[in-house]
Each structure stands twice: as C-alpha cells, then as structure tokens.
DNA sequence: CGAAAAGTTGATCTACATCAACGTGCGTGG
DNA sequence: CCACGCACGTTGATGTAGATCAACTTTTCG
C-alpha cells in the first residue's frame, strides 16, 4: 500500500493528477500505530490533529460527567478523522481506537493549504465532508423513530456496505470487533437490549453471529427490517455537473 | 439589508476583501418567497439548488413511507441549506418551509468555483460545514443519551443561541414558530409527550409560553437541566493558526 | 363565525431500562 | 498447566419513560 488510503478514497470520484496525488502524500507526518483503547482526539484538548485510519476501527464519541456516553460514528479504515476538530477551535468530541489502529498523521491546516490551492481537490474534501454529513442525518433518523430493532439490523446493514465498497467485507460477512456495550453507546440501548434485540435478529434467520464476526444470512430481510435506503452513502462518483466546472478550472487555472 | 446574509455571517469569522465580497454577492440567483409548507428541496429530486435563508425558519427531514417523520436541523436565517444537497448525487433529506420564507438561491456549482479560486472563502465555507456537522454530532447525542425534558431544554437552549448571536433573539425570549408536532419530530418524541414535558419545563419555573414566544425564565437552570455546552455551537471565529495560514495564501497567490 | 389546526389532559399500554444472577472465553500470574 | 480474575455475553424479573388512544379545549385563520 504505497499511495495511500486517501488518495485511493478520493480517486473513486474524481481522477488525481500527478501534481495532486504527490501534494496529498506530502501531507502525511507521521505514520502512527495505537493499541485499543487510546484516544486520537480529545475533546477540549486544544493541540489535535487529523488522522486518516489505514487499519482498525474507530468510534467517535462524546460523554457525559454521569457517565452515559454517546458514539456518534464509527471511523473505519478509508475514513478521516478529526478534519472538522482542525477546522474548529477545540474538537468538541473524542476519537478513540477500537482495535489496535494504524493511522496516518498530518495538520489540519496544511490540508486546508494544499487543498486551497487545487480546487479539485478541495471538491473532493468538500464531498468526504458532506458524506459524513449524511451519515450523522441518517443515524439522527435511527435514533429518532426506528426501533431497536431497525436501528441495529440499519447499522449492520450500512457497516457492512461502507466495508464492502473498500474491499474490507466477505461477500457476506465482515469482523465487528465492537462489544455489544459500544453497539449500546452509538443506537442509543442499553447492553441488555442489544443483546436481546440480537437474539432476535438471530431467530429471525437474518444475521449469524459468532466469534465477533457478523455474516448477514438474508440482505433482503435485514434491510427491509432497517427501512435501508442506501442512498445516503452516496457511494457513487462526484455528479457530473461538478466535475466538469472543476475539470473547466483546471484547464483554465494557473497550471 | 442590501449585503446578504452570507457576507455578514461569514465575516463573523473571517474578513473579506472587496473582491471576495462581491463574488459572493454575484452568487444570488434569485430572491425567492416561499410560503409555509412548501418545500425548498425535495428528496430524491435530482434537480436542486442550495438556499441562503433571510428570513424565516425552515427544517431539514426525511420522512419514512408509513408516515414516520425526523427533522434532522432547523434552519434558521443566515443559515445555508442544500448544500450537501447540491455536492452529493442527490439530496438524501427534504427542505420544508416552517413559515414564510425569503432565501436567496444558488447554484451550488457556482459557489464551488467561486470558493475553488478564493482560499479564504473555501476556508469559511468548509468551516460552515464543519460547524453544521458538530450541530448535528449534538443532536444525536441528544437523541441517543438525554430523556425527554433534557432533550427540551437543551433545544430551547441552543435555538435562543443561535438566534441571539444573530441578534434575532430578544434578551430572554424568542419567537418559536415550530409546532409541538415539530419539536416531536426533532426530538423523536410523541406529540403528547412534548406537551407535558413542556408544562413540566414551565411548573419547575424555567420557562414561560404564550403565543408561539418562549420567554426562558432560568437560564442556569435551563442549561444545567439539557447538560448544555455551548462550546459545539462554535460561535468564536476561525482558529489563528489556520487564519495566518490564509493571510499567507491571500498575499503569496495571484491577486 | 365556523372549521380546522394546535394544544391539553387522562387512561392505558409497551418498548426499553434497570437490577440481578449466571455463563463463557481468555489472558495473566502462580 | 491450572486457577483465578475479568471482560463480555446471556437470561429472567421488574420498573418506568414515553407511546398510543381518546376526548376535550383553545387558538388560528379563511
């Protein structure tokens, strides 16, 4: 793996030049390894950076003094984390590793620079920004008006997607390293119920489930019980309008 | 009003030069009045535009087929909509005014070239978002952890704030045009259930309702009953060491 | 002024929380 | 290599926040 993730991730919806792929490679600081558990945001800590996870899982949340907690989003390989943290004056939630994490390191403000300067790129980021956007509205909809039920087979279902367009899920089955606990913390359950509203999916012959890792036994079924639209993802390429203004730009454009 | 909204709230955080100003201002397509009901965008519409609200408040939903509603945000003035909408394929969420609204519409293409050229745009656009998203990171974290009279609270407490800073809050009170069905649907809780909580909110003294007005009678007690911190509205500017970073840019680029 | 929309209140029901106990796998130290 | 401990998972009993159903009042608006 020598380009790395991002560039791969960005090249699915819109082609690099030499020039662009080279500036974003720049950008990597340091290359990073984590063990569970440990934290790569703090909240209200004021030094952060951003992170691009190469390898592993993990959650971004926030808590309480009382100890309830919240995982607002799982960060899986492919994805950036503590972009919106950089941007921001104070990251206003933490980022933790759920398994062991590899990550690449850089300044928020040298993407900001790099990105500046080639609007396709900036493009780019601007659409990872407003992809995630849609993931929080979508899961704001499963905390509001789905069932246990559908929230979990929803979450199942749309893990399993976001790992499978990168290639990080079997036909049918991915590693969920995250305890029935974290499930809790991002559907907004207790412990209990997770486990119990599992059984249910289990009997129901949609999901097995053995040895941390989920194979999904009837698609169709579990994502009928999610109300599944998979169109939030937005798993396709940058629209073709958008493309061609920047495609203009860069002909144009100091070059 | 004869510099749009957009200018002002972006010069909250960053100053603009003549020409950053002006290239904004040419962005306004058309001055639109909606009245209440109607609908600024429409999922699963492929055709869209992004909207600058001047007056009124809208909400960003999705709605399921059995009826089933969540209002995602509440767009209030000076607040951009259908911005992702315009990035994304498709919008993923509808845009519904909640009373008669005056916005100013554009293409979200030409705003993408426009902010491509200009560093410090693109820098408050992306931090626009950034903010947007920490909005929503919120919610869910209401959605998933608080109960019902946190949830209230904390709502009322972050509508006052966001209008205040807009100077269209009164020292204490505000307009409050949603209806209980709304806030049911933002806070995915049964009308009913937001009647009570809302007497409960007015017998423990925190708050006054008459005629759509929320007089908010204890602050500290309000923010205090929604485990409220203000810090994820981000009403500060943008962060020094990114805006030295565009000074930079400003002078070394072509100008 | 009349009708429809919004708000209010009570009775009842249920999805999910909480409490409690026990099972199971696994890593660590004796 | 066994045993202890601990994190995680599982299951039952019970409690409760909030949903649902139903009726009524008040406000809004054409």
Redesign the interface.
């Known amino acids: 793996m020598q380009h790395s993730l991002l560039t791969r991730e960005i090249e699915v919806f819109v082609e690099l030049g030499a020039d662009e792929r080279e500036a974003l490679e720049a950008l990597r600081e340091e290359q990073i390894e984590l063990p569970a558990e440990s934290a790569l945001v703090v909240e209200?800590a004021p030094a952060h950076h951003g992170f691009l996870i190469e390898d592993g899982w993990a959650i971004?949340h926030?808590s309480?003094?009382d100890g309830?907690?919240?995982v607002?989003?799982f960060a899986l390989p492919g994805d950036l984390v503590g972009?919106?943290a950089?941007?921001?004056?104070?990251p206003?939630?933490s980022v933790s590793a759920l398994t062991p994490v590899r990550a690449a390191r850089f300044e928020?403000?040298a993407l900001?620079?790099t990105?500046?300067?080639r609007?396709r790129l900036?493009?780019a980021?601007?659409?990872i920004?407003?992809?995630?956007?849609?993931r929080?509205?979508?899961?704001?909809?499963s905390?509001?008006?789905r069932s246990a039920y559908e929230r979990l087979a929803h979450l199942l279902v749309e893990l399993w997607s976001r790992l499978a367009v990168r290639g990080l899920a079997d036909r049918d089955s991915f590693a969920m390293p995250a305890t029935q606990a974290v499930l809790g913390?991002?559907?907004?359950l207790s412990v209990v119920h997770v486990n119990r509203t599992l059984h249910r999916l289990r009997e129901d012959g949609l999901i097995r489930l053995e040895s941390r890792t989920v194979t999904i036994l009837d698609f169709d079924g579990l994502a009928r019980a999610a109300?599944f639209e998979p169109?939030?993802l937005?798993h396709?390429s940058?629209?073709e309008?958008?493309r061609r203004?920047?495609d203009l730009?860069r002909d144009g454009g100091?070059g």
């Open positions: 209200d971004r926030k309480f003094d309830r907690r919240q607002v989003d972009l919106p950089g941007i921001l004056q104070r206003d939630h928020p403000e900001a620079e990105v500046a300067r609007a900036a493009a980021v601007a659409w920004g407003a992809r995630q956007e849609a929080l509205a979508e899961r704001i909809v905390l509001g008006r913390d991002a559907l907004g109300c169109g939030y937005h396709t940058i629209p309008r958008l203004r920047l730009e100091r």
